[in-house]
């Protein structure tokens, strides 16, 4: 075989592994970025069950303030109605399951925290996640763009 054929050949098998190679580096960042909108979507999940529980806290202690105080209460998806709380020794505290239990204002608040503390920390985890696959993501994009200009 002459020289010329060989580097012909040569050229070809780089030509078809180079392009093997951005094939999968375009498949890992499609990959990639999809992974990273689904933890775009859970942070932004937690992050707004962490500001409902802030609330609740917030309303607890408003409650317990007063003997008699007036709130508003949701009746269902955007509707509100003003009520008055007779009762701000005890509330009835969701635990899961759809199971509302009674409990003083010190559990319910100790419950809520404790609730709040294992949401953030799936939050931080979630986050950690998110930095880890940008870098990826970012070290993907870099090595096709180099593959690419070649």
Request: overall charge neutral.
């Given at each position: 075989m002459s020289d010329a054929r060989i580097t012909q050949t040569e050229n070809k098998d780089n030509n078809v592994s180079s392009r093997d190679a951005i094939n999968q580096l375009r498949y890992l960042q499609n990959v990639y970025s999809q992974q990273y909108e689904v933890l775009e979507n859970q942070i932004s999940t937690y992050s707004i069950s962490i500001d409902a529980i802030l609330k609740g806290i917030e309303a607890l202690d408003k409650a317990t303030k007063s003997e008699k105080?007036?709130?508003?209460?949701?009746?269902?998806?955007?509707?509100?109605?003003?009520?008055?709380?007779?009762?701000?020794?005890?509330?009835?505290?969701?635990?899961?399951?759809?199971?509302?239990?009674?409990?003083?204002?010190?559990?319910?608040?100790?419950?809520?925290?404790?609730?709040?503390?294992?949401?953030?920390?799936?939050?931080?985890?979630?986050?950690?996640?998110?930095?880890?696959?940008?870098?990826?993501?970012?070290?993907?994009?870099?090595?096709?763009?180099?593959?690419?200009?070649?």
């Open positions: 105080s007036k709130t508003l209460i949701n009746t269902g998806p955007g509707v509100y109605m003003e009520g008055e709380i007779t009762n701000n020794k005890t509330t009835l505290t969701y635990i899961g399951a759809g199971y509302l239990v009674e409990k003083t204002i010190a559990e319910a608040k100790e419950f809520i925290e404790t609730n709040k503390k294992k949401q953030e920390e799936v939050l931080k985890k979630l986050l950690s996640e998110k930095t880890k696959l940008q870098s990826e993501l970012i070290d993907v994009m870099y090595k096709l763009e180099s593959l690419q200009q070649q």
